[in-house]
């Protein structure tokens, strides 16, 4: 079946500083991505998300880019703050969002 | 405005025992989701309602049963409860973009 997986399991970073968090996908027919943060003992949050018609796509502090090419995806934190630490998860959507979720990366904020 | 509501947020079951977990959502979605998360993995859909009176299979819907109530309620059983459906246990909808979910039920099988 397909998969999405993240680069890497944690992520340490310095308070202020920019964070990007990676994520490749292997359904190359994926139309929709999303990011989720998860905190702990909580349901994830939708961060942010980006169809395959655009290679990026910002919020406030955060920016998906989507490499399609290969099958690359990215989360930026701008100016990280120690309430961004959490489990970042990116999905793909299958069908009707049913989406299948990464293994996540877990950020901590350093002060 | 209360998102998506689960209940019970504890359960310690035993083996065998059933119990059906409810999840409501008041944000008029028609689609609705039901997901487990296993210590260190991301999230796995156990069940999918698309509509009132529609349900349908996701990755691992072995063990489980699931009505959709209404436009508001979707319900997750389990029958049997075995060791293995000890999960982290999510409900989410959907307006037509990415779910929002709740805030999970933790679910111990001993």
């Known amino acids: 079946g397909e998969s999405v997986g993240l680069h890497l399991p944690t992520l340490s970073v310095q308070e202020g500083d920019n964070s990007i968090i990676n994520c490749a996908y292997s359904?190359?027919?994926?139309?929709?991505f999303i990011w989720y943060k998860q905190e702990s003992g909580k349901g994830p949050q939708f961060i942010i998300d980006?169809?395959?018609?655009?290679d990026k796509r910002q919020g406030q502090r955060v920016t998906v880019l989507l490499n399609k090419t290969v099958k690359h995806l990215s989360l930026q934190i701008a100016a990280t703050q120690p309430g961004d630490s959490a489990v970042y998860f990116c999905?793909?959507?299958?069908?009707?969002?049913?989406?299948?979720f990464g293994a996540g990366t877990t950020v901590t904020v350093r002060a | 405005n209360a998102g998506v509501t689960q209940t019970p947020k504890f359960q310690v079951l035993k083996t065998g025992q059933s119990m059906t977990l409810q999840c409501a959502q008041d944000?008029?979605?028609?689609?609705m989701y039901w997901y487990r998360q296993d210590p260190g993995m991301g999230l796995r859909l156990i069940y999918y309602?698309?509509?009132?009176?529609?349900?349908d299979k996701g990755e691992v819907p072995n063990g489980y049963n699931v009505s959709r109530l209404n436009k508001r309620e979707f319900s997750l059983r389990l029958e049997s409860a075995a060791p293995s459906q000890t999960s982290v246990y999510f409900c989410?909808?959907?307006?037509?973009?990415?779910?929002?979910f709740g805030q999970g039920t933790r679910l111990t099988v001993v």
């Open positions: 989410a909808s959907s307006p037509g973009t990415g779910p929002f």
């Open positions: 359904n190359s027919a994926s139309d929709y």
């Open positions: 980006i169809r395959s018609n655009m």
């Open positions: 999905a793909e959507n299958n069908d009707d969002y049913k989406l299948s």
């Open positions: 944000m008029n979605h028609n689609s």
């Open positions: 309602s698309a509509s009132e009176g529609t349900t």
